[in-house]
């Protein structure tokens, strides 16, 4: 499996516009999460899915972001409008559950955003 | 609040010596500690797991040990390499349900 894949790697755009991030999780993972990395809050989680439906949103920042995934290997999280504070590295990461699975997650490469 | 504190500053070392990290977490009851590595530029990558009820657990050059009274896990790389610079987050879940919390993560810098 070529593991989880993100894109874009890098985006950069400006105050106002629309961000779309993608992810295609492993084949098979039931669990999907979103997270965003800065220097000054590290990983935090925003929203994590099991089985393509919502668990948990409630590190989503504001009404501004809303999460997707219309199916087992597609996820989008988007931004509407960005602010330059949104600038962060976004990663998507999937797991498996069931017995003897061990939550272990499995990063993708991130998404590098950069809101002027 | 649950809270998940690792050392924040960098832990310079060199080659061959033991590096020793902290992860120390308060309001926290988890099932499972687990320990990521992360070089500049990629996602963090699964290192070891170590569960509520066992003690130390090992994996070639890395050791985690698991100290639930004291709320805290110790990450050991022995004989360390500057191949081994990189940031380590420890990351805790619980029984139920697959999500984690993340430390802050110790950027640990091994000089040859």
């Known amino acids: 499996d070529a593991g989880v894949i993100q894109s874009p790697r890098h985006e950069v755009t400006e105050m106002g516009q629309e961000v779309t991030l993608r992810c295609k999780p492993i084949?098979?993972?039931?669990?999907l999460f979103w997270y965003r990395q800065t220097m000054m809050r590290g990983l935090e989680l925003l929203i994590y899915f099991n089985n393509n439906v919502p668990i948990d949103d409630s590190g989503m920042p504001e009404d501004r972001f809303s999460a997707k995934m219309p199916n087992a290997s597609f996820s989008t999280l988007k931004i509407q409008p960005s602010e330059p504070r949104d600038s962060a590295v976004y990663f998507c990461?999937?797991?498996?559950?069931?017995?003897?699975?061990?939550?272990?997650?499995?990063f993708g490469a991130g998404t590098r955003l950069s809101v002027l | 609040s649950q809270k998940i504190e690792q050392n924040s500053e960098a832990l310079n070392i060199q080659e061959g010596k033991t590096a020793t990290l902290t992860c120390n977490y308060t309001n926290y009851s988890p099932a499972y500690l687990q320990w990521y590595r992360q070089d500049p530029g990629r996602g963090p990558v699964f290192l070891l797991l170590i569960r509520e009820n066992e003690k130390e657990k090992r994996k070639e050059r890395l050791k985690v040990t698991f100290d639930t009274t004291l709320k805290q896990s110790l990450f050991h790389i022995t004989a360390s390499q500057p191949a081994d610079s990189a940031t380590y987050l420890c990351?805790?879940?619980?029984?139920?349900?697959?999500?984690?919390?993340f430390g802050g993560g110790t950027r640990v810098l091994v000089k040859p």
């Open positions: 990461a999937s797991s498996l559950s069931g017995p003897g699975a061990k939550n272990i997650q499995y």
């Open positions: 084949s098979g993972h039931d669990y």
């Open positions: 990351a805790l879940d619980r029984a139920a349900g697959n999500k984690l919390t």
